[in-house]
Nanobody, 127 residues
Framework: QLQVEESGGGLVQAGGSLRVSCAVSGRTASMYAMGWFRQAPGKERELVAATSDSGLRTAYADSVKGRFAISRDYRKKTVYLQMNSLKPEDTAVYYC????????????????????WGQGTQVTVSS
């Protein structure tokens, strides 16, 4: 079993930056792909960014390309989402998701691909 825990959300003004973190514990000897999703009130959960186990392959939603960056720290078993130039429409609960994989270079787009989820962290961007 894996445990997934997000941290680092909060309130920030438009144009500001925020970094959210996701710590993974438990069965960490496996390879795992990771993703960040978000869900705003009244909207479906959507992919924000995804990374392969190696961290060499990443993908981003069009709405965040050039503003957000996903990265991994293997020693700390943590993945980060650096969010810059934040907009009010980025306001949402951000979820970290983990998929145990046997392919170090594959990332996954869909929520259904991920078996382990954190509780989410609120990010609010004021105008």
């Amino acid at each position: 079993q894996l445990q997934v825990e997000e941290s680092g959300g909060g309130l920030v003004q438009a144009g500001g930056s925020l970094r959210v973190s996701c710590a993974v514990s438990g069965r960490t000897a496996s390879m795992y792909a990771m993703g960040w999703f978000r869900q705003a009130p009244g909207k479906e959960r959507e992919l924000v960014a995804a990374t392969s186990d190696s961290g060499l392959r990443t993908a981003y939603a069009d709405s965040v390309k050039g503003r957000f960056a996903i990265s991994r720290d293997y020693r700390k078993k943590t993945v980060y989402l650096q969010m810059n130039s934040l907009k009010p429409e980025d306001t949402a609960v951000y979820y970290c998701a983990v998929k145990i994989t046997y392919n170090s270079e594959t990332y996954y787009y869909t929520a259904q691909s991920y078996a382990y989820w954190g509780q989410g962290t609120q990010v609010t961007v004021s105008s």
